[in-house]
């Protein structure tokens, strides 16, 4: 009864670097939602994806950072010539195609990116 | 620009007395109000939700009670439990706003103790 699966729980990687965050949805999503949590902050959306297709981006900053959720496999998150600022926590959540307003979305456990 | 604000960084409570977790908010376009729990190195935990039109909502120990001329919610736990001892993210989804995209306070952690 696996939930939201994230990989890998850590990453360390040098200034410059490509960061590559992986998140499998729970068995029968085929939505999916990346989050970013920045030290002493809140979760802040960043991108709602369904198979092959951006649905919303609104939260993505513009350069560098990139999102797919391919027809087979998890969902990427890309984050290239990562700076220190990059370091944070990032979480994906997923959720039916239709999820009621005021539904509860199911989380992994996250990646923690250190950025040194 | 901060649109849901947990002004208590952390809370402190006695093992089975009521913890009272507030949260404020500025956009008068939030539609749904949701609770989350987090406990370290994990994802948040989905707890309650309530919907703009109603005034309270209750499961189990977790009630949430919402005053909208205030822009205010609260998520009461009665009794408290040490293992209730997490952060506790209240979340927000504003209307015609896209399916997945909540709105997050900053938390507050709430330490029950034995």
């Known amino acids: 009864n696996a939930g939201v699966m994230q990989n890998p729980r850590h990453l360390v990687r040098r200034r410059g670097q490509e960061a590559r965050l992986r998140c499998s949805p729970m068995k029968g999503h085929s939505h999916v939602y990346w989050y970013r949590q920045l030290p002493e902050e809140g979760l802040k959306f960043m991108v709602y994806l369904q198979k092959e297709n951006i649905i919303d981006e609104s939260g993505m900053p513009k350069e560098r950072f990139s999102a797919e959720f391919p027809k087979e496999g998890p969902s990427i998150l890309r984050i290239q010539q990562v700076v220190r600022g990059d370091s944070a926590a990032y979480f994906c959540?997923?959720?039916?195609?239709?999820?009621?307003?005021?539904?509860?979305?199911?989380f992994g456990s996250g990646t923690r990116l250190t950025v040194v | 620009d901060q649109q849901v604000k947990q002004n208590s960084p952390s809370l402190s409570v006695q093992e089975g007395r009521i913890s009272i977790l507030n949260c404020d908010y500025t956009?008068?376009?939030?539609?749904?109000f949701l609770w989350y729990k987090k406990y370290p190195a994990e994802g948040p935990t989905f707890l309650i939700s309530?919907?703009?039109?109603?005034d309270k909502n209750e499961d189990g120990r977790f009630t949430v009670f919402l005053n909208k001329s205030a822009k205010h919610l609260s998520l009461h736990i009665v009794p408290s439990q040490p293992g209730d001892s997490a952060v506790y993210f209240c979340?927000?989804?504003?209307?015609?706003?896209?399916?997945?995209?909540?709105?997050f306070g900053k938390g507050t952690k709430l330490s029950v103790k034995p």
């Open positions: 959540a997923s959720s039916p195609s239709r999820a009621p307003r005021g539904y509860g979305y199911t």
């Open positions: 979340a927000a989804t504003r209307y015609g706003g896209s399916q997945g995209n909540l709105i």
């Open positions: 309530i919907s703009s039109i109603k």
């Open positions: 956009n008068s376009m939030f539609d749904y």
